[in-house]
């Protein structure tokens, strides 16, 4: 498949290209690498539409300078640029997330990810504040779902730590894919998952993990809180610190309370009971 590389040259390049990339969520790109001046997103070409991007985010915003760049990229090998920038991850001194050819090290939990594309390695904030949130928890969930599993890894844990069902649900096949062969890769070939998205969720949980993006879960959080169990808790994460009184206002409407948070960087992520 041909894909379109999209370069963003970003100045001041922290936080701006972490801000950049949430709000470049919204289009078709399959993988991002950041770069030291900015990032490059690639999309396959029979999605990309040029006049799509000509007024991409922060363009005219007065505190940043971003430049953009197209060109195709006939073939782009996602795992060889993964291997030559994935290093082990630790979370809270507790979970190790590791590639197959990195040594096992004695940590409480193990995941060992292979993606088959950019996302899901743990090394992004709003993943690893996930996994820290999840293992601060006292008790292990048994039914849980993750909503935009991309490559399991949230999923995996869930398993580690004692879930009894999971279930993990993406809109790319090709996520569902990898999740299946990281799940069997970590002996979880119990978990189940499924191309979709929230229409495709039957059942109760009493987790939910939502690590997407603040739009999306604007829009799915009331249908997410149908199937959540009585005492159960939504982890959302994926939106910017700067979006937060925003978040707080949908939450309280929506009937959430706010039980604990976490921030990285220009990222935060947060746990919710029902009210």
């Known amino acids: 498949m041909e894909y379109i590389e999209c370069h963003f040259s970003v100045q001041p390049a922290e936080p701006w290209s972490e801000i950049l990339l949430a709000h470049l969520q919204d289009f078709p790109f399959e993988s991002f690498e950041f770069t030291g001046e900015g990032l490059k997103g ?5 999605d990309f ?25 006939p073939k782009h090998n996602w795992n060889e640029t993964w291997e030559q920038n994935f290093e ?42 996930m996994i820290q949130l999840m293992l601060e ?7 849980v779902l993750d909503m935009g599993c991309g490559t399991g890894v949230l999923a995996i844990l869930a398993a580690q730590m004692g879930a ?6 993406d809109i790319d096949a090709w996520c569902i894919e990898n999740s299946v062969e990281n799940a069997a890769r970590n002996s979880c070939s119990h978990l189940r998952f ?13 987790w939910i993990l939502a690590n997407i993006n603040r739009n999306v879960l604007h829009a799915d959080l009331p249908k997410l809180k149908t199937h959540l169990n009585p005492n159960g808790k939504i982890f ?9 009184t925003a978040m707080q206002s949908w939450l309280n409407a929506y009937g959430f309370i706010i039980k604990g948070y976490e921030t990285k960087d220009a990222w935060m992520a947060a746990i919710l009971e029902c009210a």
Request: hydrophobic residues 35%; charged residues 15%.
């Open 88 to 129: 082990p991850i630790i979370v809270g001194d507790q979970c190790l997330v590791r590639a197959e050819f990195h040594p096992a090290q004695d940590f409480p939990y193990e995941l060992v990810i292979t993606p088959k594309m950019s996302f899901g390695t743990g090394h992004h904030q709003t993943t690893q504040m």
């Open 194 to 206: 499924v191309q979709g998205n929230i229409t495709q969720v039957a059942g109760q949980f009493d």
């Open 49 to 73: 539409i040029e006049e799509q991007l000509e007024d991409f985010p922060l363009k005219n915003h007065p505190e940043v300078q971003v430049q953009m760049t197209i060109k195709e990229h």
């Open 164 to 169: 009894q069902q999971v279930l993990g649900v």
């Open 236 to 244: 959302i994460s994926g939106f910017l610190q700067s979006d937060w």
């Open 42 to 46: 690639f999309m396959p070409k029979d």
């Open 137 to 143: 928890q006292q008790q292990s969930p048994p039914v």
